[in-house]
């Protein structure tokens, strides 16, 4: 079949979703619309840009196992748009062909071979440790801590900074950094403009050009910001080469400088690597302690097993969380449940192919509908209900394809191992220190599509000292 028999909503019932009934934060539930009313393969245009979505785990597999030598995610993106206008180059989320696989193989030797992701442990506990400390003082005096996600984005940009830098930025502290702030702040805002920017068709930059401006202004702070710290970091290592100490550097930053790499091509990947780790680790643990805080008895079993593997220790290693079963299944459920991106996407230059019957033509946009796989009760009984255990039982097995929240093969996730690590150590830690309890007044929440799926609301908690 041709993309033209292919169902789907028509331009105009799809802009009025969008537009007019908050379709932008919501769209992962319009994927869930979506599979309900056409089955697991339909067409819409997001703006100017047809995209054919792809929603059944069999299907995205047969997408993915095409995608090619060099898969490309989305050629279209508004973030390479800003990227070619100001003259920087693209690091790995925007770079494609040869130039993303250099830096692939790269940093592909530091971020996904598991003995280099451990030897980061040491660091990310003291990231940790700040961590808890920061909890302790943000506590009311009955324990309540207000919007744990805002103490979470600064813990996810310390944690991703001290892998990059090898050195603390100051996140954590009592008075935070206003540049941190404000560096935060740019990524949330560029998160909500992107998905404008996208939808509108370029002639409408020009007629309202504040979206696009706001966007450019938040990438102009990003890029600024790493370029600061990494000239800052170049520069004190240049002052102990002079002084003729050896330098042997164990971070990001130092391996990306190593190499003939133009600066440039630094710089860009050290910005994408910062925005990649904060957002994703302040979600994920968000809801982590969330879920875990509505149920107790999930909980009380986490926290036996955490002691039990350290035995008598505080302070979990890489080793201690890899014999850990339960705390894994928990993070596997809880991005299960809020997949970070709620849909990747990619668009196959090279050939047409086939999926689900339909010939799909060349540099077509395929939407992978990863939340609405995950939330398929065919393959996940229960859907909507938090389950951890469901990744330990024998009976229950799922396609590998089901609930791919870091994506899979050449072009996945390259922070993987090393935000599992983090959250790992983070929720082992917080267990041991506290219990944790709903907000007595607080409300269920839900969550929302920011480009990446986030929580609704503000997430207040009770932190019982144990
Ligand atoms: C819970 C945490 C995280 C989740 C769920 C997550 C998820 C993802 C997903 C789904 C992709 C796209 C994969 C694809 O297209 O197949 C991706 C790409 C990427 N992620 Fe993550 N991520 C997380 C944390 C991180 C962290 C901490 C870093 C940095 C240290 C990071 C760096 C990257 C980069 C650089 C890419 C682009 C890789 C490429 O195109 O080669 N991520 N991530």
Redesign the pocket.
């Known amino acids: 079949k041709a993309l033209g028999d292919m169902p789907g909503p028509s331009v105009a019932s799809f802009a009025w979703d969008l537009f007019a009934k908050r379709g932008l934060s919501r769209l992962h539930e319009l994927q869930l619309e979506g599979v309900r009313r056409y089955g697991p393969v339909w067409k819409a245009s997001f703006g100017p840009i047809l995209t054919v979505h792809v929603a059944d785990p069999a299907l995205i597999e047969q997408v993915l196992r095409q995608e090619g030598q060099h898969p490309m995610?989305s050629d279209l993106s508004s973030w390479k748009d800003y990227r070619r206008l100001r003259g920087h180059h693209c690091?790995?989320?925007t770079s494609e062909g040869e130039e993303?696989q250099s830096v692939?193989s790269l940093l592909g030797k530091h971020?996904l071979r598991p003995k280099a992701v451990e030897a980061y442990d040491q660091t990310l506990n003291s990231v940790v440790e700040d961590l808890i400390a920061k909890l302790r003082l943000r506590r009311s005096s009955e324990g309540l801590v207000t919007d744990i996600a805002s103490e979470f984005y600064r813990f996810g940009l310390e944690g991703?900074s001290s892998?990059l830098f090898e050195s603390r930025i100051g996140c954590l502290d009592e008075t935070v950094p206003e540049e941190t702030e404000r560096f935060i702040q740019s990524i949330n805002t560029m998160f909500v403009m992107t998905l404008l920017t996208m939808a509108m068709p370029r002639w409408m930059h020009q007629l309202f050009p504040k979206p696009w401006n706001v966007f450019c202004q938040c990438w102009d702070y990003m890029f600024d910001f790493a370029k600061g710290h990494i000239d800052q970091r170049m520069a004190a290592e240049a002052e102990k080469v002079a002084r003729g100490e050896k330098v042997e550097g164990r971070y990001l930053t130092y391996f990306l400088s190593q190499t003939d790499l133009p600066m440039k091509t630094v710089y860009s990947n050290v910005t994408?690597?910062l925005l990649?780790?904060v957002d994703?680790?302040s979600s994920?643990l968000s809801w982590s302690l969330y879920e875990l805080s509505r149920h107790r008895a999930v909980q009380a079993s986490l926290r036996e097993e955490v002691l039990s593997v350290l035995g008598g220790r505080r302070v979990p290693t890489a080793a201690d969380v890899a014999q850990m079963p339960l705390l894994k299944a928990t993070v596997k459920e809880v991005?299960r449940l809020y997949?970070?991106?709620p849909a990747?996407a990619r668009v196959i230059a090279e050939r047409d192919i086939q999926v689900g019957g339909y010939l799909i033509p060349k540099n077509t946009l395929i939407t992978l509908c990863h939340f609405a796989t995950s939330r398929d009760p065919a393959v996940f009984p229960q859907p909507d209900r938090f389950q951890p255990q469901r990744w330990l039982s024998r009976e229950q097995s799922h396609h590998p394809y089901a609930s791919v929240?870091?994506?899979?093969?050449k072009?996945?996730?390259?922070?993987?191992r090393?935000?599992e690590l983090?959250?790992y150590l983070a929720v082992a830690r917080i267990l041991m220190e506290f219990d944790i309890k709903p907000d007595p007044e607080g409300i269920s929440v839900k969550p929302m599509t920011r480009t990446l799926l986030v929580p609704e609301n503000v997430i207040n908690l009770q932190f019982t000292e144990r």
């Open positions: 995610r690091g790995l989320l993303w692939r971020m991703v892998v994408e690597l990649a780790g994703t680790i994920t991005l997949p970070v991106i990747n929240p870091f994506g899979v093969g072009r996945s996730c390259i922070g993987r090393i935000a983090e959250l």
